[in-house]
């Protein structure tokens, strides 16, 4: 059956640690809106049929009218911060059981006299050598026998884990042995979950392979879960939809993929951001863009250079690798629960601990007992209580003056204002120092880049973290509190498949290339028949990984076609020395290049939104006043509905453009104007 969208409503959602947020797109009227509610951390399904349900009830639309569900999360990342993991059992080939300890021979601190080692999810007594050998050529040297996976069975037994990685030398090149393996375990012990390299990352080197499948294993069981109360429920509810998950590469996956490899689920969340700012780099007509999303708990930097988002082939989490395609993201623990700390020597710090959504800051009256970004907000009268979430939720402003008194400004003598105003400018330079590192080691000027904010809490402090880093021009795009559920709403389904060989880009190997792009090209087809995407709609990107011979890193060159010829390899070759010269500001023509691994995406398109613009109401009017604290003291500042701001009027700071879910602040010296597809575009003077 093709994957044709019937029903006509479309939803995006985006389950942050605070609020859940939703994109909903209606074709019967091509209306796009957002709505957002709470989180709720025990069971996060529930806080999303909670939104749906109030999102069909505001919208009128009903449950069966829904035809996709796209649903980004970051529950994968947390199980993992927050070391909520099951039992694991590492199974490798005998003698390399201490690979995850060796890692890598790189340090961190440098100068550091007990340096951190990453974390090693499996310890070492859940770690079984089983006698076998694969050959770096890819032939056997030590069979792997009937008694062996006996042996091995009887380990695990021992141990009695929940689920088994299973990562041998030299798989990449023969998996059978995994095979092998997966296959006894599944015959034998069929309860447990098992995870093999070889299907999931077969690229060489062992450690980084290693520890990708490890963290792919003990995921198996929490994302499975997790997805297993959240089907019950939408049964339970009546709710059918055709449900993806968003993966750390920015495209979807079918549940069933992510419930095998839920590793690609790592950045799922904040890649829709990034999928976001691509679109908008498109409609706004500019090739760089700075995106910045600042939610309750986290904000996340991601850079559009030249229309396109970056991928990296390897990422990390918690300092430990995950060898899987990822959108190149710059996260720190800045939001508006980010708590603040008075430390020895009254020196003041915010974040990375948040208050999250329960009990969450001290405004929101649930009991929360530490200093948050909101609550200095609130304090200096940067949020309107009263309007809070559109008007469902309301803020306790003595609560937030309470707990800036007595967690912030007594502990520096300082009045509340003042400490409020401080705490707000530490976070603002936290945000900032994330920003420049993102733009200065690809060693490109801010002052080149538009600003895009977005998430809840990003208007409020973007103009001047645009002053902190020399940006002039800052846009606010339509639905920015929800803007990472929008992107997730235009994502298409993606399969990232690798094949790791090294082999000297030289005519004479293309005889040993051109096997390994068709069997490539056959697996990505393989998956969209799975998916059932129509022939029209489908598209292959092929891609190498190359470097000059000795290197120890590479660069991923994109092919022009799904062949390479001799005609085509000197093209590829140019590329990859034009490539080097853009990242490392030189390159060596004359030198020998390498192909490391060969990669396909396999790209489903799915129908995308035609939207139509929310047409404005012309009253070009403020709606009133009001008293906020700006520059040492209290101002009357007028107050903008963003509704109201049709095109053609301009906004000059100080002023508050409200909008339900999200405020924007202009400090003197900025103007802001709403374009012609709606979004506001602020520009320093």
């Known amino acids: 059956m093709a994957l044709i969208e019937v029903a006509p409503v479309r939803i995006g959602v985006d389950i942050g640690g605070t609020f859940t947020d939703l994109q909903i797109y209606d074709a019967r009227t091509g209306a796009i809106v957002g709505y957002k509610t709470p989180t709720t951390p025990q069971d996060p399904s529930i806080g999303l049929m909670t939104g749906i349900k109030e999102a069909a009830a505001r919208y009128n639309f009903t449950l069966p009218d829904v035809g ?67 050959r770096a050529d890819g032939s056997v040297e030590v069979p792997l026998t009937p008694a062996a996976l006996e042996n091995l069975a009887a380990a695990i037994d021992r141990i009695d884990p929940v689920s088994v990685a299973v990562c041998l030398m030299n798989s990449y090149l023969n998996p059978q042995h995994e095979q092998d393996i997966a296959g006894y375990l599944a015959k034998t012990r069929p309860a447990l979950k098992v995870s093999c390299a070889s299907a999931l990352s077969a690229e060489i080197r062992e450690y ?66 990034s999928a976001a700012c691509a679109l908008l780099s498109k409609i706004l007509g500019e090739d760089n863009l700075i995106g910045v999303d600042m939610g309750g708990t986290s904000f996340d930097v991601s850079v559009v250079r030249n229309g396109r988002v970056n991928v990296v082939m390897q990422g990390e989490v918690d ?47 649930r009991g929360g007992v530490g200093a948050t970004v909101t609550d200095a907000n609130v304090t200096l009268g ?20 309470g707990v800036i008194d007595a967690e ?18 530490v976070v603002n330079a936290n945000l900032g120092a994330a920003i420049r590192l993102s733009l200065f080691e690809k060693g490109v000027d801010p002052r080149e880049f538009t600003m895009i904010a977005f998430g809840g809490a990003a208007g409020l402090h973007a103009v001047a973290v645009a002053d902190e880093t020399g940006i002039g021009r800052v846009v606010f795009p339509e639905n920015a509190s929800t803007l990472s559920a929008y992107g997730i709403l235009h994502s298409d389904l993606i399969h990232d498949l690798v094949r790791s060989r090294v082999l000297d880009a030289t005519p004479e190997k293309l005889g040993a290339i051109t096997p390994l792009l068709e069997c490539l090209v056959a697996d990505a087809r393989t998956r969209l028949d799975a998916d059932a ?103 009357d500042v007028v107050v903008w509905n963003r509704d109201d701001v049709f095109p053609g009027v301009t906004i000059e700071g100080p002023a508050v453009i409200e909008e339900a879910y999200t405020s924007v602040l202009l400090v003197e010296g900025w103007s802001c104007r709403r374009d012609k597809s709606g979004h506001l575009v602020a520009r320093r003077h």
């Not at 997805?227 to 059918?240: A, P, Q, S, V, W």
């Not at 192909?595 to 009133?624: E, N, T, W």
Request: glycine share 10%.
């Open 68 to 134: 996709f569900l796209l649903h980004g999360t970051t529950i994968a990342t947390n199980a993992i911060l927050e070391r909520k993991l099951p039992k694991a059992v590492l199974v490798t080939t005998a003698g390399f059981e201490d690979v995850l300890e060796i890692g890598r021979h790189v340090r961190r601190e440098v100068y550091a006299l007990s340096p951190q080692q990453p974390p090693t999810l499996i310890p070492r007594d859940c770690r079984i050598g089983v006698a076998e050998r694969i």
């Open 208 to 273: 980084e392979r290693t520890s990708t499948t490890v963290l792919n294993a003990v995921l198996i069981p929490v994302i499975a879960g997790y997805l297993d109360k959240l089907t019950h429920r939408m049964e339970t509810e009546g709710f059918r939809p055709r449900l993806l998950l968003v993966q750390s590469n920015g495209g979807v996956c079918a549940a069933r993929t992510a419930a095998l490899e839920p590793v690609r689920l790592l950045l799922s969340g904040p890649s829709g951001g």
């Open 319 to 365: 300092r430990m690798p995950v060898r899987i395609p990822m959108v190149e993201i710059r996260a720190i623990g800045a939001g508006g629960g980010s708590l603040a700390k008075v430390q020895r020597g009254k020196r003041l710090t915010v974040g990375p601990e948040s208050a999250g959504s329960y009990p969450g800051p001290a405004c929101y009256g």
């Open 382 to 401: 940067r949020i309107d209580g009263e309007k809070f979430l559109g008007g469902g939720m309301r803020l306790d402003s003595q609560a937030a003056r």
């Open 408 to 425: 912030v400004a007594k502990p520096l003598s300082l009045a509340t204002e003042p400490a409020a105003e401080g705490l707000l400018a």
């Open 533 to 635: 995407i129509p022939e029209n709609d489908r598209h292959i990107e092929l891609s190498a990984d190359m470097h000059y011979k000795g290197q120890a890193f590479e660069l991923t060159v994109p092919l022009r076609s799904l062949q390479l010829d001799e005609a085509a390899l000197p093209v590829l070759i140019g590329d990859f020395h034009d490539l080097h010269r853009q990242y490392f500001s030189y390159s060596n023509p004359g030198s020998a290049v390498e192909i490391v691994s060969l990669r396909a995406s396999a790209i489903g398109r799915l129908p995308k939104p035609a939207a139509k613009g929310a047409a404005a109401r012309d009253s070009g009017q403020p709606i009133g006043k009001r008293k906020i604290w700006l520059s040492g003291g209290w101002r």
